[in-house]
């Protein structure tokens, strides 16, 4: 199949910086793309991004509402301290490391312009006398032992308003997607390519079968904050949240064009209900799935149904290597995605 579509919507998506909490750029893109699908969306008092697809039979409020998710922040640093000589000290944003980005360049997002610096951890050709020799034989680099080299003064870094709470992410210019044959690869495709799934949906689906909510969720890696002030705010019948599924050994998980429905993950089970009815508008419409535990991950779903802020969740995701770092996924899968999804919200389980 040709996924160039689907491609360059994610290029788009992926471009717009997103740290969690400072998601203006990507607010600005999601809800001009809604309204140029002639799709109803605004923004809540958390910085969510709620579109609405209206089902059938709205006028029946005991069938319910649902939701679907996909988180609209990235993971990257947060500026701690600044030196005199321009040298930037930065602590993780989300579950982030340094040695993902390499050194090379980052954007600091200063309240009044951007700044680019150099993420960087020392010379090679140095003895033990230098700290940063434990890098080259047993130490991981981390973030206390990382710096940002912006040569700036201290007066133009607070002419950008580069300060404590400054959000880092990875270059802008770093961040361009390539294509791997039906493979995509990228930076922080978690979770933007499930936004490309989201605003796929408002294209696609016109009518549902009951009310459905497409929420692009903010704060979701430093503990999905948006979702939890939206389901405590919005009665649903369930909740779908729409991610990346981290492929490795330890996990059954086909690499490929078959998404995956998760069973659990860290933060408990999903419900098997939910589950099958996914299922059955996979194999409705003959396509493919597969099923799978995963430990260290929790979505918007499984953190909302913990809290008990909803009681049926589960959790759609495409299978990618690197999680957390450049990402690669088999542009199939995404697309699968969105076709189960566009199959379940057309169809009545009640």
């Avoid at 969690?20 to 809604?34: H, N, P, T, V, Y």
């Avoid at 535990?293 to 809290?307: C, E, L, N, Q, V």
Wanted: contains cysteine; hydrophobic residues 40%.
């Amino acid at each position: 199949m040709n996924y160039e579509a689907l491609f360059t919507k994610i290029r788009e998506l992926v471009l717009c910086h997103s740290p969690s909490g400072m998601e203006a750029e990507i607010d600005r893109f999601l809800l001009q793309e809604f309204a140029d699908l002639g799709v109803e969306a605004w923004q809540d008092e958390a910085g969510n991004i709620i579109a609405k697809i209206p089902g059938r039979d709205s006028a029946n409020k005991n069938r319910g509402a649902i939701a679907i998710t996909a988180h609209k922040d990235e993971i990257g640093a947060m500026v701690k301290s600044l030196g005199e000589s321009g040298r930037v000290e930065v602590r993780k944003l989300g579950g982030s490391f340094p040695w993902i980005y390499g050194e090379g360049v980052v954007d600091l997002l200063g309240d009044h312009a951007t700044n680019q610096g150099i993420l960087s951890f020392g010379s090679r050709h140095i003895s033990h006398a230098s700290p940063q020799k434990a890098h080259q034989e047993k130490t991981p680099v981390s973030w206390e032992t990382a710096w940002i080299e912006t040569k700036c003064t201290p007066t133009q870094l607070a002419a950008a308003g580069i300060r404590p709470g400054t959000p880092m992410v990875v270059g802008k210019h770093r961040k361009e997607p390539i294509r791997l044959h039906n493979y995509i690869g990228s930076y922080t495709l978690d979770n933007k390519a499930s936004l490309a799934i989201l605003l796929g949906l408002a294209a696609e689906v016109k009518e549902a079968a009951v009310d459905t909510y497409l929420v692009a969720s903010a704060k979701e890696e430093v503990g999905a904050l948006g979702a939890l002030y939206f389901t405590q705010n919005q009665k649903l019948k369930a909740l779908i949240a729409l991610e990346i599924c981290p492929l490795a050994p330890e996990y059954q998980i086909a690499d490929g064009p078959a998404p995956v429905i998760l069973v659990q993950d860290g933060y408990g089970i999903y419900d098997q209900g939910l589950n099958g009815e996914l299922r059955q508008a996979a194999s409705t419409h003959n396509l493919p799935y597969q099923l799978a535990m995963i430990t260290g991950f929790g979505s918007d779903a499984s953190i909302a149904m913990k809290f008990g802020h909803v009681a049926r969740a589960a959790c759609l995701a495409f299978p990618t290597q690197n999680t957390h770092g450049y990402e690669i996924a088999h542009l199939g899968a995404i697309d699968n995605c969105l076709k189960i999804l566009t199959a379940y919200c057309q169809m009545d389980f009640s």
